[in-house]
């Protein structure tokens, strides 16, 4: 399975957007990027995914480079409930849509 | 949107004894289900896939007689936790996914925190 680095921390202030990026240099032509976000003693929670283009929601952006080697997901005005830790994962429908979790990054949001 | 349930949210059990989780979708029909169990600072690790109505599919280094999983309806997995140890002790995830588009997201319980004293 294709894998994905991050960083494994981050900060951001109150109100100011955040990039957090992510490495994926051997994903296949049918992995999707998915990003998923923990918080504290929670079950993961979708953010965003995409395959080729940018994507945006109420939530993020995701940004895919056009190699798709790497992406970035953007918050766009971080608040304090946005701490928590982001997963950017690869999966595809080959694999039964398995996930294969990373350690994240820890975004930690200052007020 | 869709919503999975989780319970309980914690539990504490002596040694020995079997706790039972319960996984529920609760506005869509669960196609496949998948369990975590996930340790402090780590990241979740996969324990086993269920699809409804067959024998669930235990990730490597993962004891099926040991984690019971059952997947009996659309809307319900459970996993059972038999004869724990304190090392079982952790925070145990169910996710679920319904039928449809491939690549769709994975929707999440709340997670079990159990606790084996």
């Known amino acids: 399975d294709a894998k994905t680095t991050q960083p494994n921390s981050m900060e951001s202030n109150e109100e100011e957007p955040v990039h957090l990026p992510c490495n994926h240099s051997?994903?296949?032509?049918?992995?999707?990027i998915h990003w998923y976000r923990q918080l504290p003693s929670q079950g993961p929670e979708y953010v965003i995914h995409?395959?080729?283009?940018?994507v945006n929601n109420r939530m993020a952006s995701l940004a895919i480079a056009e190699d798709r080697k790497s992406s970035t997901l953007i918050l766009h005005r971080a608040t304090l409930r946005d701490a928590a830790v982001y997963y950017c994962?690869?999966?595809?429908?080959?694999?039964?849509?398995?996930?294969?979790w990373g350690l994240g990054t820890s975004l930690a949001v200052n007020p | 949107g869709a919503v999975v349930s989780q319970h309980p949210s914690w539990v504490i059990c002596k040694s020995g004894t079997s706790v039972k989780i319960e996984c529920r979708s609760l506005d869509f029909q669960a196609t496949t289900m998948f369990w975590y169990r996930q340790f402090p600072k780590q990241s979740l690790m996969l324990m086993a896939t269920s699809n409804e109505g067959s024998k669930a599919t235990y990730e490597q280094g993962v004891e099926k007689d040991k984690f019971l999983i059952n997947h009996a309806s659309l809307t319900l997995s459970t996993l059972t936790v038999t004869s724990a140890h304190p090392e079982d002790s952790s925070f145990y995830i169910c996710s679920a996914r319904g039928a449809g588009r491939g690549n769709s997201p994975l929707h999440f319980g709340n997670g079990t925190r159990l606790t084996v004293t």
């Open positions: 995409g395959l080729t283009s940018n």
């Open positions: 994962i690869l999966t595809n429908a080959g694999n039964n849509r398995k996930l294969i």
């Open positions: 051997t994903i296949s032509g049918t992995d999707y």
